[in-house]
Nanobody, 125 residues
Framework: QVQLVESGGGLVQAGGSLRLSCAASGRTFNSYALGWFRQAPGKEREFVGAINWIGDKTFSADSVKGRFTVSRDTAKNTVYLEMNSLKPEDTAVYYC??????????????????WGQGTQVTVSS
């Protein structure tokens, strides 16, 4: 059974940084992309960024490019979201996700096979 467990959320001031982690277990992810989505109150869930487990190709949403970085450590089965220059509009619940396929598949479908439980990120102005 696949499990994705996020950690690292919290409260941060605008301009600050946070790093989210997602521990993945339950299968091998060689043919998967792992990534992040977020959902702010009253808004639809949106794609943030993703990485291919093999080959480490990444893709990020325009709204976070240059500020957020997705990476992974295959030895630890963990994917990360490094968030810098945070803005109040980045406030949301951030979800880790896994999808069989590539980063392009995850972005285009935006309906991954597996989800984590989510972690709250709050950016104060």
């Amino acid at each position: 059974q696949v499990q994705l467990v996020e950690s690292g959320g919290g409260l941060v001031q605008a301009g600050g940084s946070l790093r989210l982690s997602c521990a993945a277990s339950g299968r091998t992810f060689n043919s998967y992309a792992l990534g992040w989505f977020r959902q702010a109150p009253g808004k639809e869930r949106e794609f943030v960024g993703a990485i291919n487990w093999i080959g480490d190709k990444t893709f990020s949403a325009d709204s976070v490019k240059g500020r957020f970085t997705v990476s992974r450590d295959t030895a630890k089965n963990t994917v990360y979201l490094e968030m810098n220059s945070l803005k109040p509009e980045d406030t949301a619940v951030y979800y880790c996700a896994a999808e069989e396929g590539s980063v392009a598949t995850m972005f285009l479908r935006s309906n991954p096979d597996y989800w984590g439980q989510g972690t709250q990120v709050t950016v104060s102005s």
